[in-house]
């Protein structure tokens, strides 16, 4: 059915991972940083474990100076030679002596710089009220890049305990795993801060911060709970505190085990690469990701913050307390805890149906997996780069909905028990899957092995066909693999696909429940089929493709469906018309149908497929475009109209800012610009009256047919922004102006220090969308690829150039462009880009000539 992947063979098991003669138990750590030589000096103490009699300890170490390694045993002390392999990202120890079995003190001094990549032990600065500058030096060591920091063996498996010193200036503070356990001033203008040991863990979850901090008072969250920021902005931290501890509560309620650490800290840093990072007792998070002003950001916005937060959070037990063994299992600590993000934040604001929104998430997983470059969700995994480039939308998006399918195909109470199950035996220590599916058939007696493999360990996902069979009294249901651009003789794969059916016969709706796990079956019905549902609650990982005569009668009875659901039937069809199965103009006629929705997802779905005509349309095309989508938005937007009811619906408030943007941008609607400037122009002035959802869509619609001064206007607002989220509202607007002269100055922002490394490479993918500046934007990487490289950091990259897929014109041009210039990390997301270009550039040219005629209808 399919090849679970081997293990590592010997020889590159050898190349990429450190032997196992020698393993660590406990590191003491103590680190001088210089926050204004950007350098640090530290001093370690590794107990160690000698496996087997050796002469030689080898560890990682990267861009650091080991100036000396010492032995020590009995009140001996053995000197040793160290030759560092860069190229291995390793440190070669040699003894004078053999070191015998046992236990043994490893002291090390060493050095480093505090580097400019937001990886490893980096530094960060910002600018105050003042247009004062400072520094922070903060850590990022995820996947492996604590080996930059310190002499470690920097592999998930080797947990040890740590203790922390760090060596600061008086006027500093500094954060670390565990709670701070001693201070004192050391007379020379620095001082000392001793922290707790962490329990016993991964080098990856270390961490590390030093600069001008402040945190709010604890909240009692089963653990002391903070948020800490910089100066000056305590009053954007209310709502981060308030999912912070709601979450942690939930969580230990739902795994059944009390919070692993003896405090939490949720620290924001103006430079951050991801969005947050899991490090034990010490979150670190982007700003945008943990601050905000409740009263102006957006329901998205806050949403954001709530889901990150919660992710987070749920890492503490599923990563930090139960770690994967190799890295080929990162997919169970993220896909997990996107999973329980969902839960906790559902479980916190059940208005928002967060479980109906990530089915967003789902179609975006989709999209990647549809493809022939995609990968399973768990690989074989051998180099450091193949580490740092397994966090992805199949890790996470695709990880979190498997697993979502298979706790309703279970049931939520045996699933929980399943999860509590594997973390009691298995805390403090190191899993591969097979772990967590032993634990979840001995909860739910259920083959969950048998039926998880087949999602995990093969590429891909089935699109489930279903036609009623002959006497109409029945489904013929059949699966295979769903491609948007099939290889010309693809292999036979099989899935286990849980399916839930609601179907309508003389006697009633009735739903039932089938696993589907050969090519075809059949499902018996109690009468002759009137219509039919597959994928009940949308929960599924697959597509479901109708005969045309069930759709018709699918479609007949919308109001049957549920939101998901109907969300669900326009995804499927729109992805069965890109990949060339169902032509745009049916397709079309059936978005027509929708007109009068109220569902924020289901329109989420349509504005996207609007979308992508959009970006295949040629310019002469593109008022036809945007005239559908007048017609297709307009009523519904009509009915909601500019101004919220009194105690109106958080996500209607939401829909009303999408539908309006809509129209403003993709439907270019004059009216709707010019009443937006009013608006806008009046929010101005009265900032309190300023409609917190629909803000961020006004500013899009000016953006869009906004002048120079706009511009202008604009891009002071971003540099004197008062919260992360206006900064990042204003900063990517610059990106959406149509004069290409106001773009290529956009351009420049990105490599002129205006913008920070962590936002430049999207705003750049931001320019090589708009259809007005794309190729000129691509111009301009092309030119300036290797100062790109130096400077962004290597994991934005790849992700800056998910969307040349619109470089329609240039298909040949950026094939062998990424021909020649290959980056360290992200060349399989490169492969999925390009061909997503070659998806496109097949529609275009099998749509392209009638999209016209199609879109009028």
């Not at 060339?580 to 929708?594: D, K, Q």
Request: hydrophobic letters at 45%.
């Amino acid at each position: 059915m399919f090849d679970q992947e081997t293990s590592l063979s010997a020889a590159q098991a050898q190349e990429y991972r450190l032997p196992v003669s020698v393993t660590p138990e406990r590191y003491d750590l103590r680190l001088t940083p210089d926050l204004i030589a950007f350098t640090f000096d530290g001093d370690e103490t590794v107990a160690i474990m000698v496996h087997e009699a050796t002469a030689e300890v080898v560890l990682n170490a990267l861009e650091l100076q080991i100036d000396s390694a010492v032995a020590e045993r009995d009140g001996k002390s053995i000197s040793a030679t160290i030759e560092m392999e860069a190229a291995r990202e390793r440190a070669r120890i040699r003894f004078g002596e053999t070191l015998a079995p046992g236990e043994w003190k490893l002291r090390i001094k060493f050095r480093g710089i505090l580097n400019d990549k937001l990886h490893g032990f980096y530094r960060s600065q910002y600018t105050d009220a003042a247009g004062k500058s400072h520094t922070v030096a903060t850590t990022q060591f995820e996947a492996t890049d604590a080996r930059r920091a310190i002499p470690c063996w920097d592999e998930p498996a080797l947990k040890a305990v740590f203790g922390v010193t760090l060596v600061i200036d008086e006027n500093l503070t500094a954060l670390s795993n565990g709670g701070l356990k001693g201070e004192r001033t050391l007379g020379n203008g620095k001082k000392e801060m001793v922290f707790k040991d962490t329990i016993r863990m991964s080098t990856y979850l270390l961490a590390f911060i030093v600069g001008e901090f402040e945190a709010t008072a604890p909240v009692d969250a089963g653990t002391p709970l903070r948020i800490v920021h910089v100066p000056g902005k305590r009053g954007l931290t209310p709502w981060a505190q308030q999912i912070g501890a709601f979450s942690l509560k939930f969580f230990a309620g739902y795994y059944g085990i009390p919070y692993p650490g003896d405090k939490l800290d949720l620290i924001a840093i103006p430079d951050f690469a991801a969005g947050a990072m899991e490090n034990l007792g010490a979150i670190t998070f982007r700003e945008t990701a943990l601050l905000a002003d409740e009263r102006s950001a957006s329901r998205a916005e806050l949403e954001r913050i709530a889901d990150v937060v919660s992710h987070e959070n749920a890492h503490m037990w599923f990563g930090d307390l139960v770690t994967m063994r190799w890295w080929n299992g990162i997919w169970l600590n993220e896909a997990f805890a996107t999973f329980m993000e969902m839960l906790a934040v559902d479980a916190w604001k059940p208005q928002w149906k967060r479980w109906e929104s990530f089915g967003v998430s789902r179609g975006s997983a989709m999209a990647i997996d549809a493809l022939k470059s995609t990968r399973s969700i768990e690989y074989t995994v051998l180099s450091p780069e193949d580490c740092r480039s397994m966090f992805d939308v199949l890790t996470y998006e695709k990880g979190a909905a498997v697993l979502r399918m298979l706790e309703q195909f279970l049931g939520a109470e045996e699933f929980r028990k399943g999860i509590g199950r594997y973390l009691k035996q298995h805390q403090y220590a190191n899993t591969e899957t097979g772990d967590l599916w032993d634990a979840l058939e001995q909860s739910s007696g259920q083959p969950v092995r048998k039926m998880m493999d087949t999602w995990i360990f093969q590429q891909g996902f089935p699109v489930v066909s279903a036609a009623p069979t002959a006497d109409g009294r029945g489904l013929k249901v059949s699966q295979r693999r769903f491609f948007l651009a099939p290889p010309d003789d693809p292999a036979p794969q099989l899935w286990h696909v849980p399916i839930m059916v609601r179907a309508q016969t003389e006697h009633g709706v009735a739903t039932h429940k089938l696993l589907l796990t050969e090519a075809e079956t059949t499902l018996e019905l109690p009468g002759r089929l009137q219509w039919a549902l597959l994928n009940e609650g949308g929960h599924g990982f697959y597509r479901v493709r109708y005969a045309p005569a069930m759709l018709a009668s699918l479609t007949a009875n919308l109001g049957a469906l549920a939101p998901i659901e109907r969300f669900g039937l326009v995804s499927d069809t729109w992805a069965a018309t890109v990949a060339g199965l169902t032509p745009l103009a049916e397709f079309l006629r059936m978005a027509r149908l929708f007109h009068g929705e109220t569902n924020l997802n289901v329109w989420r779905a349509l504005i996207g497929a609007f979308s992508y005509l959009d970006m295949i349309a040629t310019d002469a095309q593109r008022p036809a475009v945007a005239a559908a989508v007048r017609e297709l938005i307009a009523g519904a937007a009509a009915q909601l109209g500019w101004t919220a009811a009194a105690g109106e619906d958080e996500l209607r408030g939401q829909l009303r800012a999408t539908l309006i943007g809509a129209l403003g941008t993709l439907g270019d609607d004059p009216a709707v610009q010019a009443r937006a400037r009013e608006l806008y122009a009046a929010w101005s002035r009265d900032p309190a009256a300023a409609d917190r959802d629909l803000q961020p869509a006004l500013v899009g619609i000016l953006a869009h047919c906004g002048d120079a001064a706009r511009y202008t206007e604009f891009k002071q607002n971003f540099k004197s922004a008062r919260t992360p989220q206006e900064e990042q509202r204003f900063l990517f607007s610059l990106a959406n102006f149509r004069d290409p002269a106001l773009l290529a100055q956009t351009m420049e922002m990105t490599l002129n220090g205006e913008v920070r490394t962590q936002n430049a490479p999207f705003l750049m993918h931001s320019l090589i969308y708009n259809s007005t500046s794309r190729y000129a934007a691509w111009d301009f990487v092309k030119l300036h690829w290797e100062t790109m490289i130096a400077r962004f950091p290597d994991s934005a990259l790849p992700r800056m150039c998910e969307a040349i897929n619109g470089l329609l014109d240039r298909q040949r041009e950026v094939e062998e462009f990424f021909a020649q210039h290959k980056m360290r990390l992200g060349g399989k997301l490169i492969d999925q880009h390009l061909e997503r270009l070659g998806v496109a550039a097949a529609f275009r040219k099998r749509e392209g000539a009638g999209l016209e005629a199609a879109l009028k209808g």
